[in-house]
């Protein structure tokens, strides 16, 4: 399937690039250095553990996005590749879902070892400050075995696993974003408009307040904030951080909850790639 073949070329092309690599290994460095927090006692030290491993894996994920794919079309199109593969039959909208698909799969596999990395170092953060303090970590509220009220095996925290899933899916939509803006706007301005489509998408919560407040404004600029909040994505359906490391922050259903997310993520993504697609189509390369 030629959206295959180009995704993994994509992937191969990625993986060799030194920057993204250096990310990566960067943030695994700073997952692995949390273990060093043991002064403020298990329950503190675990929080720092979980907070610091998650923001590490936001922000690596979010910068590999970016450097990746605001280059991924324009440097086709800079070396003049994009000819020789769109003279053979290959589609448009082929070449361009496969380089979507390409970055996703490269982001999956960077967030995937960090993730990995991250939640045994969770484990072992665990295991070791329950040895040296005497302390069960299944029976600390918010430790490693504490979920949703039950009491799981210390070595193993299935919400971490919930939390670094939905990171890759707000990377997933990103990405999607990033793409567009791909079709028609230079690698530097890109990188500058998809972190502030990132930005605005995040403070999600301040823009439906702001049109929702009554009295607080008139209906033109109401307008314009429910606007904003309704075409840009809302990243901070994503960032369950503090209910992970906070259980009083609790989700109804977190099962419920990831899977609404992550529909969102998909079927959002699929809206900016066909916008994308129509915008490339009629694009001269």
């Not at 907070?51 to 922000?59: E, H, M, N, Q």
Request: charged share 10%; proline share 4%.
């Amino acid at each position: 399937m030629v959206i295959w073949t180009i995704a993994k070329t994509t992937v191969g092309e990625a993986m060799r690039k030194k920057i993204l690599n250096v990310f990566l290994l960067v943030a695994i460095a700073m997952i692995v250095l949390s273990l060093s927090f043991t002064q403020l006692g298990f329950k503190q030290d675990m929080t720092i553990v979980k907070g610091l491993g998650l923001f590490v894996i936001l922000v690596a994920g979010l910068v590999i996005s970016l450097i990746l794919c605001v280059s991924l079309i324009p440097n086709e199109i800079e070396r003049r590749t994009i000819h020789t593969i769109l003279s053979k039959p290959v589609k448009r909208y082929e070449f361009l879902i496969g380089k979507y698909l390409g970055g996703l799969l490269t982001l999956l596999i960077n967030v995937a070892l960090m993730g990995t990395v991250f939640i045994i170092m969770v484990a072992v953060k665990a295991h070791f400050s329950s040895a040296v303090t005497g302390i069960n970590p299944e029976h600390v509220p918010g430790g490693a075995g504490a979920v949703s009220g039950t009491i799981r095996p210390a070595a193993f925290d299935p919400s971490l696993v919930l939390g670094v899933i939905l990171i890759y899916f707000q990377f997933f939509l990103l990405s999607a974003v990033v793409m567009l803006f791909s079709v028609f706007l230079t690698p530097t301005v890109n990188f500058f408009a998809s972190a502030a489509v990132y930005i605005i998408g995040s403070a999600a919560p301040v823009w439906e307040s702001l049109y929702a407040e009554k009295g607080a404004a008139g209906p033109f600029v109401k307008g314009f904030y429910k606007i904003i909040h309704t075409i840009i994505p809302n990243f901070d359906y994503f960032n369950i951080q503090n209910r992970l490391i906070h259980p009083t922050h609790e989700v109804r259903s977190m099962p419920l909850y990831v899977t609404e997310t992550i529909t969102y993520a998909v079927l959002f993504s699929v809206v900016v790639v066909l916008i994308a697609v129509l915008i490339f189509e009629k694009r001269e390369v």
